[in-house]
């Protein structure tokens, strides 16, 4: 109930009538959802009586990392000098790194240019494990955003990670604002943005990439991270659906027009990959593809690929965008690197080991961001599998892709030394119900669930499966070297009338 009435105050102002100062009883709810969900409601609702609680929230070294990030976006809502206080006061160095990242970014609904210089000296405390890109993002939603944050920056000193960081979290969210580009990169020890190539050098690239580059070195840089080329592209259906579906883009696109995507975006874009900048009556600006509209609400997926509503009441101007792959990603590429990328995309949907897949199997995965113990220390039961998988909840998940291959390289999730244990979960999506056959290729040890029910030990689960969306989980033991992979495909036994689709996406 709480959820709905907050999307009705958020989405179509519409607020509860008579007295809401009650709501702000519900903040000392013990259960962690409800608690949670009263912070938003009492938020979008103005309840200023909640305000007091509010910033004890945001304030309190106890509250869970979610909780004290609602009260402050709470406090942003609500507005006023004490609330703004409040924030500047959670940016100070005795508070935990996190906790100033989100309190610098809420205060950029206050005062901008104060917002720049306190997210300024976050980001010269912040390392190279702190993710700078909330922060960025709520500069790029507010007017003169950027050209703030620049200034600010201009007047501290930032370790080479971080600005390499920011400047990977600027492009993945399709921006390249040249101020703030030129001081990360002057920062980072990078060079600036290059122009566009000419026709001659676009010539020249396409010579090279048929005699030089190589499609499996390709492939790899297109998975490297710092590129997010697989937050906007999906290939085989698996990855964000921001950009073009890429699975076939070699059969049917000449080279240089791929060349000229890559490095000059902004040349050609799709009808329907045209985004839209929306500025609201807040001073907010937000921009992305539109899904649909109403006379009530418009609704956008932006870069990182969430779908954001907007209250048409709220829109005081609308104008076209650029591309939401931004200038100056291959920056961080050699020129053979460059070739080869260009190479693996010219080659999708070609006959070959890049070919369109038709055979079912899993080519998105969902990892565990941070498996509990339960589930790493030693094979979980079955009521840890419900709990902590089945009851966890979609903040608790990243998106993991396979090769075009099919192959998904285990290798990628190492994130510390010796071996360690990784839960993962794909879905299909069911319409008939019947059997369905799950053939696993791995060579490192495995335990598989089904829904929650433990599967028979061995490469082949099978299980008969209603309409409805199902997983199957994993949890792997890879170990500390070697290049182990993992791949299931997914088949109807003999016999079975089962309906089903891969489930793919970011």
Known sequence: AMVGLTDAAATRKVKPAGDLAPLAQLLEETEPVARLAAVRLAAACGVTSAGPRLRQLAQATESSPELRKAAIQGLVTMGGDENRQALQGLCVAERPLATRLIAAAGLTAFDVPLAAREAAQVLASATAQDDPTPLLEAFFDRKQGSEE????????????????????????????????????????????????????????IVQDVSTKGDPVRGEAIFRRIDLSCMRCHSVSRAGGQVGPELSAVGGSSP??????????????????????????????????????RDETRVRIRDAQGKTVVIPTAEIEEESEGASMMPMGLTKFLTRDELLDLIRFVSELGKAGPFAVQTAPRFQRWQL????????????????????HVLGSGPDAW?????????????????RQPGPQVVILRGEVQVNEPGPLAFDITTPVPFQAWIDGQPATPGKTVEATLEPGRHALILRLEIPAEGEPELRVEIRRPEGSTVQFEVVGGA
Do not use: C, W
Not at 401 to 411: C, E, H, M, S, T
């Open 149 to 204: 944050l620049a200034r600010g920056l201009q007047k501290v000193t930032l370790s080479v990670d971080v600005a390499k960081k920011a400047l990977r979290s600027m492009y993945s969210v399709g921006r390249s604002d040249a101020d703030l580009s030129s001081v990360l990169s002057h920062a980072a020890g990078i060079a600036t943005d290059a122009p566009p190539p000419t026709p001659a050098e676009i010539a020249q």
């Open 368 to 387: 565990m961001s941070n498996p509990p113990s339960d589930l790493i220390t030693e094979v979980p039961h079955l009521e840890h599998i419900r709990q």
């Open 255 to 292: 080279v240089d027009y791929i060349a000229n995507s890559i490095l000059n975006p902004n040349l050609a874009v799709k009808e329907q990959y045209v985004t839209r900048v929306f500025e609201l009556d807040s001073g907010k600006i937000l921009s992305g593809v539109v899904l649909d």
């Open 398 to 414: 990243s998106g993991v892709y396979a090769r075009v291959g099919g192959a998904y390289p285990l290798a990628e999730l190492r």
